[in-house]
């Protein structure tokens, strides 16, 4: 066999064996699950409502959102009614944030909010984020949760990427913020209460 058809048979299987890795990968990666779950809780030294009144109004997340801070250009938008259900908030911004879109789809005040999250840049996703609030020793439980579909890019990313950890990192920052947020805002009704006595 001369060097022309050693060189072509031996590029013949380095392309099987690149697709067969390949082959292997998109098996592997199909198999990873369809949804995802992250979750993050705290307790605040503030009522149920209070700690409510902190997610039921899109114009009070820029003292506790993790991501507000992250471009101090973003352009905000607000729209619907000021806060519950309807209530829209819709950014864009740099390449940190990104461009979406945030609506209340439900509000039981003050157990419980839950909202359809879109993503529209750098990537399009919708996802639901729940937030969950509980009597608890000392104030209030508050439980940040989301959850969504894993396309099949999504699977791949989770595979070398702890999409737990850094958005429940980014959550647990936002809930340390809100925690702050709703305890001076409880101690301030307090202090106005104790006044008006």
Same mark, same amino acid.
């Given at each position: 066999?001369?060097?022309?058809?050693?060189?072509?048979?031996?590029?013949?299987?380095i392309l099987?064996g690149?697709?067969?890795?390949?082959?292997?990968?998109?098996?592997?990666?199909?198999?990873?699950?369809?949804?995802?779950?992250?979750?993050?809780?705290?307790?605040?030294?503030?009522?149920?409502?209070? =700690?409510?009144?902190?997610?039921?109004?899109?114009?009070?997340?820029?003292?506790?959102?993790?991501?507000?801070?992250?471009?101090?250009?973003?352009? *905000?938008?607000?729209?619907?009614?000021?806060?519950?259900?309807?209530?829209?908030?819709?950014?864009?911004?740099? *390449?940190?944030?990104?461009e979406?879109?945030?609506?209340?789809?439900?509000?039981?005040k003050?157990?419980?909010?839950?909202?359809?999250?879109?993503?529209?840049?750098?990537?399009?996703a919708?996802?639901?984020?729940?937030?969950?609030? =509980?009597?608890?020793?000392?104030?209030?439980?508050?439980?940040?949760?989301?959850?969504?579909?894993?396309?099949?890019?999504?699977?791949?990313?989770?595979?070398v990427?702890?999409?737990?950890?850094?958005?429940?990192?980014?959550?647990?920052?936002?809930?340390? =913020?809100?925690?702050?947020?709703?305890?001076?805002?409880?101690?301030?009704?307090?202090?106005?209460?104790?006044?008006?006595?």
């Amino acid at each position: 066999m001369g060097p022309e058809k050693k060189g072509a048979a031996m590029l013949r299987k380095i392309l099987i064996g690149v697709a067969a890795a390949i082959v292997v990968l998109v098996i592997v990666v199909s198999t990873r699950p369809s949804t995802f779950h992250i979750e993050r809780s705290t307790t605040m030294a503030a009522p149920p409502e209070t =700690a409510f009144a902190q997610v039921n109004d899109f114009h009070a997340w820029a003292a506790w959102s993790p991501w507000e801070k992250l471009d101090p250009q973003m352009k *905000r938008t607000f729209e619907g009614p000021p806060a519950g259900i309807g209530s829209r908030y819709a950014w864009v911004g740099n *390449r940190e944030v990104g461009e979406g879109r945030m609506t209340i789809e439900k509000s039981d005040k003050p157990t419980q909010v839950s909202i359809k999250l879109e993503f529209l840049q750098p990537f399009a996703a919708t996802n639901t984020a729940t937030f969950s609030f =509980a009597p608890a020793a000392g104030g209030t439980q508050v439980t940040w949760a989301m959850d969504g579909q894993n396309n099949f890019m999504a699977k791949a990313a989770h595979m070398v990427m702890d999409m737990d950890k850094m958005l429940g990192d980014d959550f647990n920052r936002g809930l340390a =913020a809100m925690k702050t947020a709703a305890e001076s805002a409880a101690k301030a009704n307090t202090e106005a209460a104790t006044v008006a006595q």
